[in-house]
C-alpha cells in the first residue's frame, strides 16, 4: 500500500537521551525503485495523535533520495531533534512529489509497536497525502517502510586503523557511537 507518506511516533526506552540524525524511507509504492524523490522529514514533542494539523510541527530534513526496491536506501539526513529519556516525538516522512510505500496495520496509531529494539519503539501510525506544510493522514492504521538513525548524544567518537599485517583489532571496549574503519590497502 501507499500514498506520499506516513505520520508516526518514535518513543525513547534507552533510559538516556537519543539523537535522530536521519531516516531512510523504503521503496515507492508497490515496492518500486524510483529515483529523484523529493522527502521531508517533520517532527513535534509529544504524540503525533494529539495534532493531527501542522500546527507546532518542525521541519528538521528535507533531500532528494533514490529509494530501492525491498531496501530502505533513501536517507534523509535531520538535524537538531534530541529525544529525552522516555520521551515520545512525532514524525512524518513524506514525498511531495512521489508515492511511497507503507505497510497496512492492525493496531492503534501511536500505541501499537511497529517496530521496536533496545532503545526505541517506533508505533503504527497514518499514511495519506502530503504537500509540504500540509498534510491529509487519513488512513489508519498504516505503518512506515523504512530506517531510523540515531545514536547517543554523549558517546566518544573513535577512529580504528589496521596496520599492514595486523590480523585484527579488539572492539570489545567501545560503546555505543559512530565508528568509521579504514582500511589502507588489501592486506590490512
Do not use: K
Request: proline share 3%.
Amino acid at each position: 500500500n501507499g500514498q506520499s507518506g506516513n505520520a508516526f511516533n518514535v518513543i525513547n526506552t534507552s533510559g538516556g537521551d537519543l539523537v535522530i540524525s536521519g531516516f531512510s524511507q523504503g521503496p515507492g509504492s508497490g515496492n518500486a525503485s524510483l529515483t529523484g524523490v523529493a522527502m521531508e522529514v517533520w517532527y513535534m514533542p509529544g504524540d503525533y495523535t494529539t495534532n493531527m494539523t501542522m500546527g507546532g510541527w518542525t521541519q528538521c530534513g528535507s533531500g532528494t533520495v533514490d529509494l530501492t526496491t525491498g531496501l530502505t536506501t533513501g536517507l534523509i539526513a535531520v538535524s537538531g531533534v534530541t529525544i529525552p529519556a522516555g520521551g515520545t516525538y512525532g514524525f512524518i516522512v513524506a514525498s511531495t512529489t512521489n508515492t511511497v510505500q507503507y505497510t497496512n496495520g492492525t493496531g492503534t496509531p501511536g500505541v501499537s509497536a511497529w517496530a521496536s529494539d533496545a532503545n526505541i519503539t517506533l508505533t503504527e501510525g497514518h499514511g495519506g497525502s502530503f504537500a509540504g506544510s500540509v498534510f491529509g493522514f487519513n488512513f489508519n492504521p498504516r505503518n512506515w517502510n523504512g530506517a531510523i538513525h540515531y545514536g547517543d548524544p554523549s558517546a566518544s567518537a573513535y577512529t580504528f586503523a589496521w596496520d599492514n599485517g595486523a590480523t585484527s583489532q579488539s572492539l570489545s571496549a567501545v560503546g555505543a557511537g559512530s565508528y568509521s574503519v579504514t582500511a589502507t590497502d588489501c592486506n590490512g
